[in-house]
């Protein structure tokens, strides 16, 4: 990948952070491209040079904000066991992190534009728990044709519960949240280990 130009990486910057500030008091929206470029004191023709519109550069934003976010949890996945382990783990580094920018993802959580921001997500953690099973070929052995199916599941949980989540401030704290989910992963993991067997 390409290295972004430092000038460029600048004026993302200036523009994000304008945008997290106007969204503490208006929604997204309600915001204008000049809005946005005005708070960020960045000219609208450089704001145009690489977004086709706002919506566009929300979409970059999540695509920057997830690309910050860590799947990697300190374990190896090469047993169910610690598949179960590891995606706990996985549920509470994205809790973690959508919390920590809540100010980004839960002030467009009654917008048509957070499908966006749930699309991506979905695809990441999606994707990462995919790769991470079929590169281990115990792992790879005992789920098979079921690892999309696995990862889709758990991906679609976290972004679902997420969803819900956003629209109430106050609805649980991450700890809540990952005590109600955890016994769900081992149900799953149970459910799928056994289909192996059988």
Known sequence: MKKMDVRVKKTYNLLSDALLRLLQQKSFADLSVLEICDEANVHRATFYKHFVDKYDFLDSCFRAKIDELSFETGETVTTPETLKRHI???ISNVLLFVDKNRALFFSVSSDKYASSFNDILLNAISNYIIG???QNVQLYAAFESKIPLIAN???GAIVGLIKWWGKDENACTVQDFL???????KEFCDYIIG????
Not at 179 to 185: E, G, N, V
Not at 195 to 198: G, I, L, M, N, T
């Open 88 to 90: 706990n783990r996985l």
């Open 179 to 185: 005590s109600f989910i955890q016994p769900k992963i």
């Open 195 to 198: 289909q192996r067997a059988s």
């Open 132 to 134: 991470r099973m079929t």
């Open 153 to 155: 599941y758990y991906a």
